[in-house]
Each structure stands twice: as structure tokens, then as C-alpha cells.
């Protein structure tokens, strides 16, 4: 368990994390969303006794960070690839890390199994390409077999099959109990992993809900595609006397709200509309994100949109 | 409520242990500080075997007289000095190195206690200097009385000078890993790192007995100076141990309050 309890941490007038109180509970993936200089970053620092909070309190299984006493053995943490020395063996940056909480070599050697990294595991890691950095990491916060994993953009730089492969072990290692907090941007990757998002927005919490609450905050769409444009009016007024809201998509397109594709393709049944296509979409974790930030904090670029699709 | 209510868990002898073991590892499995220390090495008994020659040339030429002798702490004490501008790059490696690299954030999660952490390096560090310091030391008079032949005076063992040489680099090994804690940068900690420990002697005599690099050569070359007649490689010491001790205070200090 990760509980985050009033924290606030300020870089002289800049307020990056802001009297923020989160849980992170076992047994599932959390997904730590926010956009850029949103203390995402700040608060995993935090968490990880990195830096110091000018107020509040951040603990890992109960206990501030520092005062774990084989931190390796109770929380796992992968923050930066560049954290560690270009001339050093990958062997011998986990032997060293092992070292200092009393975990065997024997462990580093099943660590560098696990990543793929055995075959390798002599070379400098300054030669490494991101993605067997990224594995060096994971491996790294595996060392201590921990209850609790934190991982900041575990993904990047890695390979199809390495995405795959991640995805398939924070699912494992979830479904063994333990607590994993992810964060990272490529939202589409969090939908697919994540039970759960903690979403911050200029520090401050703005959502802690499961993903299917985030993603689906908003309302399903049905699309419906047809030729006969020229009867599509008398259509789309028949919708919305029904109390449907339409979007119009692209000539021949619209989008309709607050109907589910079987009503919508009985009205279009029932006006004669010749339909071409007819496809119910759900709402994406990127759609309820996009929608949470831009209504809450409205940190979008000019112009670009902030609502979902 | 005031962050980190509950400090550091306090360190252990086993926790010490396995911290000296992990940055021991670290600093060996690198090339850069073997490099470091044979380089200083190298620096040192081959300063001190061109200063006893240029002794011997002197006499050669007859701008010294043909009985005129040079105690070997007179050739070594310099050239240690002139080492030791290498030696501060091994010294500050450990520290200077990780957080040029962003290990040291690696470091600290798997050792929070900071003051552990820094403790575990400048023993490494000081370790290394006082094998440098015997061994180039040692080296260094042997050269000495070499190349001096029956000018070398009396005075100043292989075992003397060395241990004073190892002493010596300990010690300012201890200042250098405060100084990197303080700086973090590489650069800056060297310049005012070789600043501190050597160059400092180019103040007035009055000034730079009280500076590390003041210190150092009156420790080694047997020239007391400003300090009291037989007191001189004590009052060395002292001023050695002051300084090595507040920078490193001040930089433990700092280690501890800082953001990584």
C-alpha cells in the first residue's frame, strides 16, 4: 500500500504536488496520469524519499521511505533509464544495488533472466539501446522481489513484443497481490493495463476512480454512415426531437449521442435511411482523460482539442 | 505537518557494511578510478625523480656545491603535492560521477541513509589514498635516493615519508568527497578541489600554512615553517584534519537536506 497523506512539496513559489492525500492499494495496476507539470514526476520523488516534502507525508507498506531499512525488498522503483553509470556492466549495477540490501548475486542473475538480459548482462550498459535500458530498470526494481512497484514510463523505447511483455508482467504481478503504480502518457497503454488512475492536474488530485469510470465518463457514440446525404436532415431531426444529440462527423456522417446503435438504427429504419455503416463506440481512457483535464484544468494547447474526439 | 517526521532508520553495522561492499563494488567496476590512481602514481614518483635530478644537475654545473645534500621530503613533498591535483579526480568520482550519470538517484533508493552512503564512498576514497600515498610515497623516496645517490641526506625513509603520503591523500580524500557532496558538479568540484588541496600554496607563507596544500607540504617535505620547531608534522596534521572535517561535515550536512 502507497498513501500519500496532505503532501506538498513547493520549488521556491512553484507549487508542484498540492496538499494531495491518495491511496495506491494492492492487487492491481494504478495508473498515474496528468499532464506535463502536473507533479507526477514530483510525487514518485516523493514517494521514493528522493526529495524532501515541505509538507504532508508520503509512505510505502506504512513507512516513510528513508526509514526502510532494504527499501529493495519493499518497494521497487523504476524512474529514470539514464540512472546508472555508462561504464558499468549491467551485472554490476544490479550487484552493486543487491549489495547494499543484502540480496544474493544469485537473484541478479534470475533478474537478468527474467528482462532478457542474461546474454548481456556483461556488456557496459552505456551501450545499451533504450529498450534494454528500460529492461535493465525493470529488472533493477525487481531485484528485491517487492510488495509494491513504481514505475514511470516503464514502456518507452521498447519494442512491440517488449510492451507486450511488460503489460503481461505488471498483470502478473498485480495478480499476485502486489501494488504497481504506473506512470506514463501513452494512455492507450494504460487503458490496456491499469485497473485504476490517480490523475493530477497542477498538482493537485483530480481524479482517483477506475478506469472504466474515467473512460467511460463520458457518453458512448453511435456513428452512422450513409449515401443518401440529402435525406440525412430529416433524419438528424428526428433524432434530436427523441433527445439524441448529433454531431455531424464528415459528409455523409454524423455522430449521435444518448442512444444506443439499436434505437439508432431502428429511427433510421423507420425514416428510410439507406445506412452504409453503423458502429457503436466506446469511450477510450484518452477521451475521459482528455475530458477530465481540459474541464478541470483547461491545460490544452490553443486551439487543440480538449474534449475527447 | 512537517515532512519526513520520521528520519533516516538508523544505521547499523550491518547496513554499514553492505553499503561499504555496494560502493566498493561501484568504484572498481569502472575504469576511471584505476586510471586516476596509476595516473597520480606515475605523476609522483617521476616529479620527484626530475626534482632530485634537477639537485644532481646543479651540482653538475656547479651552481650547487659538490657537497650540498637534499633531504628526500624536499623532492617527494612537492611532488606529492603535484599528484595530488590527479588524486582529487579519484577522490570526487564516486560522488561526482553519479550525479553527473544519475546513479546516485539508484543509489539512494537502494541505500536511503545519505550520510551512510557518503560515509561508504570517502572510506573507499580514503582507502585508496592511503595505498597511494604508502605506495608513491615509498616509491617516490626510493627514486629519490636513486637519483640523488650520495647527495641525499639522512632524513626521510621509504616507511616515514610514505605513511605521511597515505595520511595525507586519506585525509584529503575526506575533504574531496565533502566538497563533491557540496558542488555535485564535476568540474567545479575538481578546480576547487586541486584549488584547495595544492594550489593554495602559492599564498603568501603565513597564509598557506593553514591551508590544506600548506599543510601538506610541510608535512611531507620536512620544512617547518611557521609551525612550532618539532611540532610540525602534528600541527600538518591538525590543520589537515580541520579542514577534511568541516568540508565534509558541511557536505554530509548538505547530502542529507537536499533534493537527490
Redesign the interface.
Known sequence: MITCA??TKRYGAVVAVDDLTVSVGPGRVTGLLGPNGAGKSTLL?LL??????????ALVGG???????E??RVVG?H??Q????????AR??L???A????IGARRVDEVLELVGLAAVAGRRAGGFSLGMTQRLGIA?ALLGDPAALVLDEPVNGLDTDGVRWVRGLLRGLAAEGRTVLLSSHLLAELHLVADHVVVLGRGRLLADCPVGALAGAGDAEVVVRTPDVASLPAFRAAAERLGMTVTDRSSGEVGIRGATAAAVGGLAYEHGLRLHGLAETTGTLEDGYLRLVGDAVEFGVAGAPAGGR | MRGRERGPAPATWRAAWRTLGSEWGKAWSVRSPVLCLVGAALLTVTTAAALANDFVHGIAIGERAATETLPPGQAVGPAVLLGTTVFVAFAMLPVTAEYATGSVRSTFLAQPRRRLVLAAKTTVVAGGGMLLGVVAGAASVVAVRGVLGVHAAVAGTPGGLGLKAGALLALDAVLVAGLASVLRSPVGTLAVGVTITAALLALPDRLNAWTPAGAALRLIGGDPGQYPAGHATAVALAVLVVWSASVYAFGAWLLEHRDA
Open positions: 496532505g503532501l520523488r521514493l524519499g528522493l526529495d524532501r516534502p515541505t509538507s504532508g507525508r513507512r516513510p521511505y528513508a526509514a526502510l531499512r527499501p529493495l522503483a524512474l529514470d539514464r540512472a546508472l553509470h555508462p561504464g558499468r556492466s554490476r549495477h550487484l552493486a544495488l549489495r547494499a540490501n543484502g533493477a
